[in-house]
């Protein structure tokens, strides 16, 4: 994972900040740190209010420490396993956690749904469609300024490359 602050070089260390009671998690490197700490805003070590923290607090962080000792029922990894790790330990995890998870995809990949893999071009049916996708867009362009005498040179590949496409397809390789 990337420094969340220079965006160049690797973030290791967990920088989390807070601010009115709220939690900011973030991913430094090494470099971003001792600029922050140098610098004229620098780290400020905040004042520890002599009052008694009022029940909802209590409650907000002990639901936080039972959620993390959470456990996955199928292969018994804890949440906090999870969350220190990146890693679940089965199917089932994303499930379980699937509340607390969204985030650390989002930290991890940049985005929570699966996006797959593209083909590779290496196989010959699949650069023919690709050839022909961009051939049909060019015949369009060439239509449209009236290129005619292009636009019929086009035409021809075209009826090449789908007669190739066809064979190869037909299992005549």
Not at 1 to 7: D, G, S, T, V
Not at 105 to 120: F, I
Request: net charge positive; proline share 3%; with cysteine.
């Amino acid at each position: 994972m990337l420094c969340q602050k220079c965006h160049k070089r690797p973030g290791t260390i967990r920088y989390a900040e807070v601010v009115d009671g709220r939690v900011t998690d973030q991913f430094w490197c090494s470099e971003c740190l001792a600029n922050q700490r140098s610098g004229p805003d620098g780290f400020e070590i905040s004042e520890v209010s002599p009052t008694r923290p009022n029940r909802d607090s209590i409650h907000s962080v002990v639901s936080r420490v039972v959620r993390a000792q959470r456990a996955c029922p199928e292969c018994d990894t804890q949440l906090q396993t999870v969350f220190a790790t990146d890693r679940v330990g089965c199917a089932t995890c994303y499930t379980t956690f699937k509340d607390e998870l969204g985030d650390l995809l989002n930290k991890l990949h940049g985005r929570v749904a699966h996006r797959g893999k593209a083909a590779h071009l290496t196989d010959a049916r699949t650069q023919l469609r690709s050839d022909l996708r961009s051939k049909r867009a060019l015949l369009r362009s060439m239509l449209k300024a009236e290129n005619y005498e292009e636009a019929a040179t086009l035409r021809d590949e075209i009826r090449s490359l789908e007669a190739g496409l066809y064979m190869s397809e037909s299992g005549a390789d």
